[in-house]
């Protein structure tokens, strides 16, 4: 098994794009975010995030996201709201201005999250919820040009319409309300993963604190200590450091070992230790394992099925 870490193109501009909004939104990693929806909306992380239900449905086609969405039918949206699904990134408009996040999309299974953007969209507290995003847990083609974004249970959250662009503003550029449009980098983003190797078992749960199995050495680096680690909340939150840099986000592991995850803002520090937060952000799929003396281990695949890092449980 190959052992590759690094960090990646997706991270690194999805993260570039959240840190520059995030400057000036006074984010910091230290804190898993907390949703905002109720615990009886938010699906078991470890459970398959499509819900069961005998209404038909349209192959699910992550590629049918992209582009620049009307929001209505959901919490808190009204005729500002829209929605624009970017390779990597998500920017949702509000009568406040803008917020940027991250979004992942596996067949019809979706997460998306936001924390950084206009000042006007904070409040003392952090960014204002969005409840209708917190709680989407998949999507569905409606099938006249219309996509409806779903919770776990099944219940429709929000409706999406491409119908026009956000509103001018003086202090926003018009830039940023471009439809955003399908490339190569994008096909090749929302393209299905690897299946894991023959000879490991799918991972099934996740919640915990882990620790990397391998990092490099910090003998050479006088006054710095690395402590690398991922700690995964049972309500789909996770934080994780690569040893300086603290990164979180959320997450959902279905019950094939495919990962869903975003990643919020993170500082940028070089620093021994292992690239944990920039595994998870870009894993696709997740195997689990033991060590020799039983302990539970979980190793973390990009979408070519490359091994990225090893966990071991605390």
């Known amino acids: 098994m190959t052992i590759r870490p690094r960090v990646t193109g997706l991270l690194g501009l999805a993260t570039a794009s959240v840190l520059l909004l995030g400057a000036c939104a006074g984010i910091g990693g230290g804190t898993a975010p907390s949703p905002s929806h109720d615990a009886e909306t938010e699906i078991e992380p470890t459970a398959d995030p499509t819900p069961a239900t005998s209404e038909p449905k349209e192959p699910a086609d992550p590629l049918a996201l992209i582009g620049m969405w009307r929001v209505s039918g959901a919490e808190g949206a009204d005729a500002s709201t829209y929605i624009s699904f970017d390779t990597y990134q998500i920017i949702l408009w509000r009568e406040c201005g803008?917020?940027?996040g991250s979004w992942s999309v596996a067949g019809d299974a979706l997460l998306g999250e936001v924390g950084g953007g206009s000042p006007t969209c904070f409040a003392?507290?952090?960014v204002l919820p969005v409840p209708w995003l917190d709680n989407t847990r998949e999507f569905r083609n409606a099938g006249d040009g219309t996509i409806e974004l779903r919770d776990a249970a099944g219940r429709p959250t929000a409706t999406l319409d491409k119908d026009g662009t956000p509103a001018s503003r003086q202090d926003i550029v018009d830039s940023l309300a471009a439809p955003p449009?399908?490339?190569?980098?994008?096909?090749?983003?929302?393209?299905?993963?690897?299946?894991?190797?023959?000879?490991?078992?799918a991972a099934t749960d996740l919640v915990g604190r882990w620790l990397p199995t391998e990092t490099t050495d910090d003998d050479n680096v006088p006054g710095v200590t690395s402590d690398p680690y991922a700690e995964f909340a049972s309500d789909g939150?996770?934080?994780?450091?690569d040893g300086c840099n603290g990164g979180m986000g959320r997450w959902a592991l279905r019950k094939d070992g495919v990962l869903l995850s975003t990643s919020g803002a993170s500082t940028l520090m070089m620093c021994p230790g292992a690239a944990v937060p920039s595994w998870i952000a870009t894993?696709?799929?997740?195997s689990s394992g033991s060590t020799a003396d039983g302990v539970t281990t979980v190793t973390l695949w990009d979408s070519e099925g490359v091994a990225?890092?090893?966990l071991v449980r605390e």
């Open 181 to 201: 449009v399908i490339t190569d980098v994008t096909r090749a983003w929302l393209s299905p993963a690897a299946a894991l190797p023959d000879d490991v078992t």
């Open 124 to 126: 003392d507290d952090g």
């Open 237 to 241: 939150s996770y934080i994780a450091s």
């Open 98 to 100: 803008y917020l940027m």
């Open 308 to 310: 990225l890092g090893t």
């Open 283 to 286: 894993a696709k799929t997740v």
